[in-house]
T-cell receptor, first 112, second 115 residues
Framework: QQQVKQSPQSLIVQKGGISIINCAYENTAFDYFPWYQQFPGKGPALLIAIRPDVSEKKEGRFTISFNKSAKQFSLHIMDSQPGDSATYFCAAGQTGANNLFFGTGTRLTVIP | NAGVTQTPKFQVLKTGQSMTLQCAQDMNHEYMSWYRQDPGMGLRLIHYSVGAGITDQGEVPNGYNVSRSTTEDFPLRLLSAAPSQTSVYFC??????????????FGDGTRLSIL
């Protein structure tokens, strides 16, 4: 059973556009929600993370929006660039726990 | 500072063979883990360790064995390879054992095919 559901599976965006990736979870004990970026042939790298005590976190062009009541969170990439083309994974975990539960990934392609 | 280093990068095995995937980190991290990445499945935790001599099972441990004799190294052993173990394997580490997944530093993976 997938603990974190991610959509869409793939996404094509024009340069300068906004990329939006959505995730949903069921376990209300989760209190740590990171997003990882993965380029081909490389391991995932932490992009940005949020905790449920805030509804939004922004780092440069990347923003996480968090809706605790709906148990959903999303990644917004503003002014998308071809260099953002990668696979993005959302994840969820619990403080102190030894596991992160990953979504199935979204392959983003930004067209010049 | 190399971070997390995984070897080999690619490997092809025959069913029934055994092998060890190597993982080393030079960041003095206490927590280390192994994930497998399969299409449409995301990453799933196989085994983890919170320090030398301490290991535990993750979400999908069957068919795999680990040990942690030093802080730096955390090898993953396939006991008798099966086609279902064809996957990309990632090793990860983090500094804190009280918040072990925040964040995790991943290696570049080992792509394993089992025929």
């Amino acid at each position: 059973q997938q603990q974190v559901k991610q959509s869409p599976q793939s996404l094509i965006v024009q340069k300068g556009g906004i990329s939006i990736i959505n995730c949903a979870y069921e376990n209300t004990a989760f209190d740590y929600f990171p997003w990882y970026q993965q380029f081909p042939g490389k391991g995932p790298a932490l992009l940005i993370a949020i905790r449920p005590d805030v509804s939004e976190k922004k780092e440069g062009r990347f923003t996480i929006s968090f809706n605790k009541s709906a148990k959903q969170f999303s990644l917004h990439i503003m002014d998308s660039q071809p260099g953002d083309s990668a696979t993005y994974f959302c994840a969820a975990g619990q403080t102190g726990a030894n596991n992160l539960f990953f979504g199935t990934g979204t392959r983003l392609t930004v067209i010049p | 500072n190399a971070g997390v280093t995984q070897t080999p990068k690619f490997q092809v095995l025959k069913t029934g063979q055994s092998m060890t995937l190597q993982c080393a980190q030079d960041m003095n991290h206490e927590y280390m883990s192994w994930y497998r990445q399969d299409p449409g499945m995301g990453l799933r935790l196989i085994h983890y360790s919170v320090g030398a001599g301490i290991t535990d099972q993750g979400e999908v441990p069957n068919g795999y064995n680990v040990s942690r004799s030093t802080t730096e190294d955390f090898p993953l052993r396939l006991l008798s390879a099966a086609p279902s173990q064809t996957s990309v394997y990632f090793c990860a580490s983090s500094y804190s054992i009280t918040h072990p997944v925040e964040p995790q530093h991943f290696g570049d993976g080992t792509r394993l095919s089992i025929l």
